[in-house]
């Protein structure tokens, strides 16, 4: 009976007189470029002789290979496949070198391959949810514009559906906007929203009053009868912040404020003049 | 990178110093900048407290992971002489200080994970989490 | 302790805070003030934040207190150029800094000046 030192110290022998062949056969079969594959496999050969203690340096290379993959769209099964391609490239060695202690050092070996493998498909996962992740971010910033409706009053027209996490980007973004344009008036204009919950609404709040401490004045308008009536079922207080049906209707009161006149009805010419504050 | 950082709180500099220290480990988690203002703001709070209810204290600074999030947390402890209504003492507003009382439970809110402990005559112990986003 | 510079220009006061605020600081620049406002029989003050990182609830306090100190003295104070994050901080933390006037940046600050002293003679 040997040992398990013994075991590993055979298979170890039998991957470096090996090396050449096993790589060239592995390189086929896992579609992957043969330097990156040679240095995993003396990685794994490493840890290997080391006894199969210490991974570190083995899973950071395969979580560096799961990563690029994922990003470069293969599949996972494809992902995990390479690695696990190693086992038929060993295989036709042992065959031809086939003695107890190869054999069952061929089994242990199979294990670790397996756990590497498993190995892979995680990280492929993580690293596909945080592209995931990032996409959704990336998202986020192109849904939220901040517009300049005249010099020194600025809008950002929320659209759609606002969770916890837009609202606060949207509105870090309005208070930047602020400080980069000098505007003293927003509108927060929440007509293409269904709906706001309890935190939107007090993220919302918070934002006006952020603002207020900056030295601008906040505007919400377009808020529908629904979420009128929720935020007053909710028993959130608007207190003192100005809220107009419309954006128009918001706009004209920014005029208001900032001095600018504004002459002529709908359908007459109209003129614009601004004053000095 | 794990490595812990503590810093004392002795003086009103001290707090000053806590804040650089609480920015610097804010900037390597990789908190927003509005997650790094509140958190370091917060660790102003805490650190006042120390010095103004227990006339010293300490913070110590961990970076802390949880899956693919790494976040910053905060033990700002003191020997002091402990809060024996904690409810209380998080109420904003209530102070037995000089204060407006609006260093515990503000704090609270500008971080994800608030922890506080107590002993009456032993001192206190608050821990704070702030989570990148 | 470091001494936050006050500037004068004609009957206005311009503090521009460059340091990170330690509590001794920022009531050496009370005191300061109040003497300086006296002193030159200022009619406003300027309180430039825009380099400050950090405002806790200490600092907010004092601010507040400064702005009502300067009221009592017959000036006028504005406070200016707060950052987008510490205004979201001053926000959750529940100070509203209650009564201080604010302005996005210095030049706004002096027109509110002009338009407040403008207003009430």
């Not at chain 1, 769209?73 to 190693?86: C, D, I, R």
């Not at chain 3, 926000?91 to 006037?101: D, F, I, K, Q, T």
């Amino acid at each position: 009976m040997s040992s398990h030192a013994d075991v590993e110290r055979r298979l170890g022998e039998l991957l470096r007189t090996h090396e050449e062949q096993v790589i060239s056969r592995w390189t086929q079969s896992a579609d992957a470029p043969r330097d990156e594959l040679t240095e995993l496999y003396r990685a794994i050969l490493r840890a290997i002789e080391e006894g199969g203690r210490d991974l570190a340096d083995l899973r950071g290379l395969l979580a560096e290979l799961s990563r690029s993959r994922a990003r470069a769209g293969y599949s996972p099964a494809e992902t995990s496949k390479a690695v696990f391609g190693l086992k038929g490239a060993l295989y036709e060695i042992v065959v031809a070198h086939a003695d107890d202690e190869v054999l069952r050092g061929f089994i242990r070996f199979a294990r670790l391959i397996d756990d590497l493998g498993l190995f892979t498909f995680e990280a492929y996962a993580e690293a596909r949810e945080k592209i995931i992740m990032d996409q959704a971010e990336q998202l986020l910033e192109l849904s939220t514009p901040v517009v300049k409706l005249w010099e020194g009053i600025v809008a950002v027209p929320l659209i759609g559906t606002l969770d916890s996490a837009r609202t606060q980007v949207v509105m870090e973004k309005l208070l930047e906007t602020l400080v980069e344009t000098g505007a003293e008036h927003a509108v927060i204009d929440i007509t293409g929203v269904p709906a706001v919950d309890t935190q939107v609404a007090q993220h919302l709040l918070k934002t006006v009053f952020a603002a207020r401490l900056m030295g601008a004045e906040c505007v919400i308008s377009g808020i529908r009868p629904q979420i009128a009536h929720t935020i007053v079922t909710l028993g959130i207080e608007f207190g003192d912040i100005v809220t107009k049906s419309s954006l128009a209707d918001a706009l004209a009161h920014a005029f208001r404020r900032s001095g600018v006149q504004v002459s002529g009805g709908p359908a007459t010419r109209v003129t614009v003049r601004a004053e000095q504050a | 990178m794990n490595a812990e950082r503590e810093a004392a709180i002795a003086s009103s500099a001290d707090v000053v110093a806590v804040r650089r220290l609480v920015r610097s480990a804010a900037i390597e988690v990789g908190l927003s900048l509005i997650d790094q203002t509140k958190i370091i703001t917060a660790a102003s709070e805490l650190a006042r407290n120390a010095l103004v209810y227990a006339g010293r204290g300490e913070v110590r600074v961990h970076v802390v992971e949880n899956g693919s999030r790494r976040g910053l947390k905060l033990v700002v402890s003191d020997e002091g002489p402990g809060i024996s209504d904690v409810e209380r003492a998080l109420t904003d507003g209530w102070t037995t200080g000089t204060g407006l009382g609006l260093g515990l439970g503000g704090s609270r809110r500008l971080v994800d994970e608030f922890d506080l402990l107590s002993e009456p005559g032993k001192g206190t112990s608050v821990t704070v989490t702030k989570w990148a986003r | 302790m470091e001494r936050v510079p006050i500037l004068k220009l004609g009957d206005l006061l311009i503090v521009s805070i460059q340091v990170d605020l330690d509590d001794q600081t920022v009531l050496a620049l009370k005191e300061d003030l109040a003497e300086v406002v006296v002193a030159r029989g200022a009619r406003g003050v300027i309180i430039d934040i825009s380099a400050v990182e950090i405002v806790d609830s200490f600092t907010g306090r004092m601010l507040a207190t400064i702005a009502e100190m300067c009221r009592m003295l017959d000036a006028h104070a504005v406070v200016v150029g707060m950052r987008p994050a510490v205004a979201i901080t001053l926000v959750e933390l529940g100070l509203s800094l209650g009564g201080v006037r604010t302005a996005l940046n210095l030049e706004k600050g002096v027109a509110l000046l002009d338009h407040v002293r403008g207003a009430v003679p």
